[in-house]
């Protein structure tokens, strides 16, 4: 199983928001603020949306936001959009010889 | 525009090596700021960091502790470009793999390559 725990599914309605977590432990997520979040679209490859817990990349639109406290990482999508509809994973630096650890991914629906 | 072409066979035996490489195109593999990362991803074990290479004065590389034991990467200058080598594959090893660019080694991946389906099988 993935070293950071995600909802396997969260879903909303165009225009809603919704809140994507990422947990992890004081040796992750907890520790560093090197947290990340990327999107997935089927047979593509992920795509930087969140660096540095809260930063976007140049390009990213400012519907995206993400925060953390203590252990729990999360990410924002306002005004939910069809084509916001994707798998999302977080990541984090770690203090254990992996250096890099990912989450389960969620799966977000746009109903 | 920064490009990670990734190229290699999608089918390799058991026990065998597998190979995969990565070139790049609108960086350097020599940058002094950037690492060079593959990744894979599969059903059973998600989106899991194998390694990285990156050049300071030097090159260094660093594993994930998985696959310590079974990986080597390596950098080519002269074609710019990176590579993967993982010996002795099970169908486990079986994934997505995908290069990727870490700009400034904090561990966030901002350029990734097309990526490779690899299946392990006889």
């Known amino acids: 199983q993935s070293a950071l725990t995600q909802p396997a599914s969260v879903s909303g309605s165009p225009g809603q928001s919704i809140t994507i977590s990422c947990t992890g432990t004081s040796s992750d997520v907890g520790g560093y603020n090197y947290v990340s979040w990327y999107q997935q679209y089927p047979g593509k490859a992920p795509k930087l949306m969140i660096y540095d817990v809260s930063r976007r990349p140049s390009g990213v639109s400012d519907r995206f936001s993400a925060s953390k406290s203590g252990n729990t990482a999360s990410l924002t999508i306002s005004g939910l959009q069809a084509e916001d509809e994707a798998d999302y994973y977080c990541s984090s630096f770690t203090s254990t010889n992996s250096y890099v650890v990912f989450g389960g991914g969620t799966k977000l629906t746009v109903l | 525009q920064v490009q990670l072409q990734q190229s290699g066979p999608g089918l390799v035996k058991p026990s065998q090596t597998l190979s995969l490489t990565c070139a790049i195109s609108g960086d350097s593999v020599s940058s002094n700021s950037a690492a060079w990362n593959w990744i894979r991803q599969s059903p059973s074990r998600g989106l899991e960091w194998l390694g990285r290479?990156?050049?300071?004065?030097?090159?260094?590389?660093d594993y994930a502790l998985s696959v310590k034991s079974r990986i080597t990467i390596n950098s080519d200058t002269s074609k710019n470009q990176f590579s993967l080598q993982l010996n002795s594959v099970t169908p486990e090893d079986s994934a997505v793999y995908y290069c990727?660019?870490?700009?400034?080694?904090?561990?966030?991946?901002?350029?990734w390559g097309q990526g490779t389906l690899v299946t392990v099988s006889s």
């Open positions: 990727a660019r870490d700009p400034n080694t904090q561990r966030k991946f901002d350029l």
């Open positions: 290479t990156y050049y300071r004065s030097k090159w260094y590389n």
